[in-house]
């Protein structure tokens, strides 16, 4: 039985978590909101989250637990930082599954039930898909020094285009028919997929360094005093961009955080600074609206 309280407004609760039980008769529970409460009450043997709902459901070590009977719990729609999975894994004994995908692509890479489940990585394109980085800009001959490019994707499950936008359609594309997804991501030399974030929002260019938003965060909440994270560059006349860290956290200033951050960190991605919010900005997929930031 799944189990999922995902918006069916989107792609991932819609398709993914309602027409593909209908399709195959798989009961399904939708809990109307993804509460660690709704989803440990649920009784389900597959759950269907996102981050957000993943790191909520941690926070709440009971409800948590309550999935350790699970067959699959499955994170998708964002990247899933890896110590979540980790607090997932010492709390219900699973490692969760990773997927990546988008409205115009449904999913296109994913981890396997049967091979190993990489913290931070979702995994190796789906049979028939495609993919490829090609440089973060055009006057570039090749990836940043860590690796990072922007993803490309060629597969069967690509949309046909944006209705009524001949032009949004073909910007999408490249000259050889490959869908650019607007995602930074890296690929192992096995083929594993992990995605860094937007280009448009995740990709900071500072002091002559392209870094990804998403290892700063990942950075910042492997701090057991820090719940959410999100980084981004503001614009610097010195820098180009500086780094600026949005975190919800309890007992911990500024000064340790910053510390902490630096054991971890080279120097050019560490945050310049640290603002402490009651809560992130969020859409209704959890996602975090980092233009509001």
Known sequence: ?????????????????????????SRLVHTVRATPAAYAQAAGSLYFGVPTVWSRVC????????????????SGSASLPVPVFAQIEALTGARPVERYGMTET???????????????????????????????????????????GALEISGPSEFLGYLGRPDATAEA???????????????????????????????????GYRVGAGEIEDALLAHPGVREAAVV??????????????????????????????????RHKQPRAII????LPRNALGKVRKSLL
């Open 233 to 266: 560059g503001v614009p610097d006349a010195d820098l180009g961009q500086r780094i600026v860290a949005y975190v919800v956290a309890d007992g911990i200033d500024e000064t340790a955080l910053t510390a902490f951050a630096a054991e971890r960190l080279s």
């Open 173 to 207: 594309y490249t000259a050889d028919g490959w869908f650019r997804t607007g995602d930074i991501a890296t690929i192992d030399a096995d083929g594993m997929h992990r995605i860094v974030g937007r280009a448009s929002v995740d990709l900071i260019k500072t002091g």
């Open 106 to 148: 449904l999913i296109t890479c994913s981890t396997r039930v049967d091979d190993e489940r990489r913290p931070g990585h979702v995994g190796v394109p789906l049979r028939g898909v495609r993919t490829r980085l090609a440089p973060l800009e055009e006057d570039t001959d090749g990836l940043t020094a860590d690796g990072l």
């Open 276 to 279: 402490f919010l009651s809560e």
């Open 59 to 74: 926070a709440d070590p009971a409800a948590a637990r309550a999935l350790a009977g699970a067959r699959l719990l499955v």
């Open 1 to 25: 039985m799944l189990v999922h309280g995902l918006p069916l407004s989107h792609v991932h609760g819609l398709v993914l978590g309602l027409l593909g039980p209908l399709r195959l008769g």
